[in-house]
């Protein structure tokens, strides 16, 4: 028997970079480092928002990915950081909608609310944490 097999290949959008690219050019957060890398010489007190893939699956019966993704923000001080972070917190809300890179995202939801969280590693830095699951169909 001969025949040919089709084969599909799912590309997936990067989950990170989508998020930064959203948030990095919104009026909220301007004067923030909005990337998925701290900038170089960072100490944790200048006002930023470092976006982290932490986890998530792909569900197939879905056809969606969930990504998992971690907002850390970073502020001079304890009410800036908490202030920047209820900003990124309001826009990630409005990702749903949102295309990009051959997908669209379908849904936001949030994990956990931003929560104080010092960063040892950076003890002059002020650091909220907050986790959300987006939901991404390839198109």
Same mark, same amino acid.
């Given at each position: 028997?001969?025949?040919?097999?089709?084969?599909?290949?799912?590309?997936?959008?990067?989950?990170?970079?989508?998020?930064?690219?959203?948030?990095?050019n919104?009026?909220?957060?301007?004067?923030?480092?909005?990337?998925?890398?701290?900038?170089?010489?960072?100490?944790?007190?200048?006002?930023?928002?470092?976006?982290?893939?932490? $986890? /998530? #699956?792909? @569900?197939? *019966?879905?056809h969606?990915?969930?990504?998992?993704?971690? &907002?850390?923000? %970073?502020?001079?001080?304890?009410?800036?950081?908490?202030?920047?972070s209820?900003?990124?917190?309001?826009?990630?809300?409005?990702?749903?909608?949102?295309?990009? $890179? /051959? #997908?669209? @995202?379908? *849904?936001?939801?949030?994990?956990?609310?931003?929560?104080? &969280?010092?960063d %040892?590693?950076?003890?002059?830095?002020?650091?909220?944490?907050?986790?959300?699951?987006?939901?991404?169909?390839?198109?």
């Amino acid at each position: 028997m001969t025949g040919s097999v089709h084969v599909s290949i799912l590309t997936f959008p990067d989950a990170e970079r989508l998020v930064v690219d959203f948030l990095k050019n919104r009026a909220e957060l301007t004067g923030s480092v909005v990337d998925n890398k701290p900038p170089a010489g960072f100490d944790g007190t200048q006002k930023a928002v470092l976006v982290s893939r932490v $986890g /998530g #699956a792909w @569900v197939d *019966d879905r056809h969606l990915d969930q990504p998992l993704l971690d &907002l850390e923000v %970073y502020g001079p001080d304890k009410s800036t950081a908490h202030g920047i972070s209820l900003a990124a917190r309001a826009c990630v809300l409005e990702l749903t909608g949102t295309s990009y $890179g /051959g #997908a669209v @995202v379908t *849904d936001v939801a949030e994990a956990d609310g931003p929560r104080w &969280l010092p960063d %040892y590693n950076r003890p002059a830095g002020n650091r909220y944490l907050s986790t959300v699951r987006i939901s991404i169909r390839p198109e």
